[in-house]
């Protein structure tokens, strides 16, 4: 059974920078790719970026890019999100996603962890 497990929210001032990781087990599970999505109080789940594993390529969303960077550490099969310059807007859970098979549905998500963001 695929586990994923985020950790790093926390409650930080706008402007700060925070980390999120997410580690996936059993370790020897082979992703296509992983992704982070959030979901703030009464909107939407959103996506935020995705990391392709056999490329390295990644994506981001408008909201976000130039000031979250997606990485993925595959021998620890830990996915990390960099987060800097955050807003009282990136304020969400965060959900790590991530799928076995190429461009269908995200198969596996974590619990989440939470971001609050003040100002």
């Known amino acids: 059974q695929v586990q994923l497990a985020e950790s790093g929210g926390d409650s930080v001032e706008a402007g700060s920078s925070l980390r999120l990781s997410c580690a996936a087990s059993p370790s020897t599970t082979n992703f296509h790719s992983m992704a982070w999505f959030r979901r703030a109080p009464g909107q939407e789940r959103e996506w935020v970026c995705t990391?392709?594993?056999?490329?390295?390529?990644?994506v981001y969303a408008d909201s976000i890019k130039g000031r979250f960077t997606i990485s993925q550490d595959t021998a620890k099969k830990t996915l990390y999100l960099q987060m800097a310059n955050l807003k009282v807007e990136d304020s969400a859970m965060y959900y790590c996603?991530?799928?076995?098979?190429?461009?269908?549905?995200?198969?596996?998500w974590g619990q989440g962890t939470q971001v609050t963001v003040t100002s």
């Open positions: 996603a991530a799928r076995t098979v190429p461009y269908q549905a995200w198969s596996y």
């Open positions: 990391t392709y594993s056999t490329s390295g390529n990644t």
